[in-house]
């Protein structure tokens, strides 16, 4: 059933050993389980962002072929690097890269764009229907299983310490995020607007994220056992759902953050050696 797979997935099934063989649910259920392995860092895109490139990888027909594309980190440097490296990427280059995955694989699936606080259209998910229904796949949030979309009630995911909910927005058929931690704590993420969009404002929306205020500093987002672990430059917090803990990264930051993350520590080197260096002009 499966038309020829590209690189990027060939290497996502073979790394997580998954053996598909019908787009249906349980399928759809292990893709999003396995990709939720991948960590929601910058360091990779900070990168991109600062230092040419010796190793410029090809641009597909459907991509303008121009210098900003080429920032743009696609579904095959994703996965290669997600199994050489163990980096991840942002909501952008993730979703793009799971669109890929799931789409060779028999699903329909898009992108969608969400507005968060601090700005419209700075998030993005990825949407697959299946049987008439609307499922959300959202790597940005590390999310691990398909949510389905109600227009008529609220969709919880439980996580250590914390969990999602997915709540209707009465007549607009949007979606708004909330997290809520064990401690009642409940904070608005964004506003979802399930439905297809045009590829080139996905694209006018990624390259322009390039430009965000969060890509002034180092961050990564990853959910273990113990919690939710969130670094902001010199900064570790662990939020265990009962509490939180601070963490201070200024000695030792690239081994601590290689160990907790996963993230190959030369890599980190990378990355923290140009922040402190972009650092130093601004000042």
């Known amino acids: 059933m499966l038309r020829q797979l590209s690189r990027a997935t060939s290497i996502f099934l073979d790394l997580y050993q998954l053996n598909p063989v019908h787009p249906d649910l349980k399928l759809l259920g292990e ?4 990709y939720g392995n991948l960590p929601w860092e910058n360091l990779t895109k900070y990168l991109k ?11 597909p027909e459907h991509l303008p ?3 900003e594309v080429t920032k743009l980190r696609l579904s095959e440097e994703v996965m290669i690097d997600h199994a050489r490296l163990g980096t991840g990427g942002t909501c952008f280059s993730l979703t793009n890269t799971l669109r890929q995955i799931t789409s060779e694989l028999g699903f329909r699936a898009y992108p969608v764009m969400a507005d968060m606080r601090h700005g419209p259209d700075i998030h993005c998910g990825l949407v697959v229907e299946l049987e008439n229904k609307k499922y959300l796949l959202d790597p940005g949030y590390l999310l691990i299983e398909p949510v389905p979309l109600h227009q008529n009630s609220t969709v919880k995911v439980r996580f ?3 969990r999602l909910e997915y709540r209707p927005v009465d007549g607009h058929g ?3 995020l909330y997290t809520v931690s064990d401690r009642n704590e409940e904070v608005f993420r964004y506003r979802l607007r399930p439905w297809r969009i045009p590829e080139d404002h996905f694209l006018k929306c990624w390259l322009e994220s390039f430009d965000a205020t969060g890509m002034n500093g180092l961050h990564l987002n990853r959910v273990t056992s113990d919690g939710r672990l969130s670094a902001h430059n010199l900064n570790l917090r662990i939020d265990t759902g009962h509490g939180k803990l601070n963490l201070k990264l200024r000695e030792g930051y690239v081994d601590k953050v290689s160990k907790r993350f996963g993230i190959d520590s030369t890599l980190v080197r990378r990355a923290y050696k ?3 260096q972009q650092r130093c002009r601004r000042e």
Not at 49 to 59: D, E, R
């Open 274 to 276: 140009e922040w402190k």
């Open 160 to 162: 250590p310490g914390h």
């Open 31 to 34: 893709i999003a389980l396995s």
């Open 49 to 59: 962002k600062h230092q040419t490139q010796t190793a410029i990888p090809a641009i």
């Open 174 to 176: 949007e979606i708004e």
């Open 65 to 67: 072929d121009s210098p």
